[in-house]
T-cell receptor, first 112, second 116 residues
Framework: GQQVMQIPQYQHVQEGEDFTTYCNSS?????IQWYKQRPGGHPVFLIQ?????EVKKQKRLTFQFGEAKKNSSLHITATQTTDVGTYFC????????????FGSGTQLTVLP | ETGVTQTPRHLVMGMTNKKSLKCEQH?????MYWYKQSAKKPLELMFV???????ENNSVPSRFSPECPNSSHLFLHLHTLQPEDSALYLC???????????????FGPGTRLTVT
């Protein structure tokens, strides 16, 4: 089946530092979504990207979709302790319209 | 958030037991999903139901049996499980529309299952 690689697996940052997580697919994606899971919680939808080269922002979070629609990134500027959690990308592939393939997630720890 | 509810929240069962997990969505969605989340592994899609019909079954062992009586309810029946089946089982729903895109999914809080 399809696989999407997500790196890094873990990231520890000092509060105020920036953070980035990356997802890569060997095949072209139809769309990509990002989710956040707080410790002890469940994944919560953040955003969806569909167009080649698309960039979307939510306050301190910036989401990018690569020109070839094979990779995506989530960047957090000036992290806060409330950003703690695991961030997952979820890839949609043509022909698998109702399935999302989730990345393994990046667990973010923010040190005060 | 109470859009998707799951019961029980925690379950401990022996390998010879039979139990069921329940999921209910209050969002008016037409697609529901079961996922397994184990430590250090990506979310694994187990089953997909669209308009109450099972559309995907990702090679899940027969000791897991789904049931979707209507578009708001989803069950996962468990029997003769193995210790390696211990995990967080997440239910999700989405509003499936025409086209080729996978739409955002709304997850329930999960059932933490321990098989002894």
């Amino acid at each position: 089946g399809q696989q999407v690689m997500q790196i890094p697996q873990y990231q520890h940052v000092q509060e105020g530092e920036d953070f980035t997580t990356y997802c890569n697919s060997s095949t072209t994606l139809s769309n990509i979504q990002w989710y956040k899971q707080r410790p002890g919680g469940h994944p919560v939808f953040l955003i969806q990207l569909v167009k080649s080269g698309e960039v979307k922002k939510q306050k301190r979070l910036t989401f990018q979709f690569g020109e070839a629609k094979k990779n995506s990134s989530l960047h957090i500027t000036a992290t806060q302790t409330t950003d703690v959690g695991t961030y997952f990308c979820a890839a949609g592939y043509s022909g698998s319209a109702r399935q999302l393939t989730f990345g393994s997630g990046t667990q973010l720890t923010v040190l005060p | 958030e109470t859009g998707v509810t799951q019961t029980p929240r925690h379950l401990v069962m022996g390998m010879t037991n039979k139990k069921s997990l329940k999921c209910e969505q209050h969002l008016g969605h037409n697609a529901m999903y079961w996922y397994k989340q184990s430590a250090k592994k990506p979310l694994e899609l187990m089953f997909v139901y669209n308009f109450k019909e099972q559309t995907e079954n990702n090679s899940v062992p027969s000791r897991f049996s789904p049931e979707c009586p209507n578009s708001s309810h989803l069950f996962l029946h468990l029997h003769t499980l193995q210790p390696e089946d211990s995990a967080l089982y997440l239910c999700a729903s989405s509003q499936d529309r025409s086209g080729s895109l996978a739409y955002e999914q709304y997850f329930g809080p999960g059932t933490r299952l321990t098989v002894t």
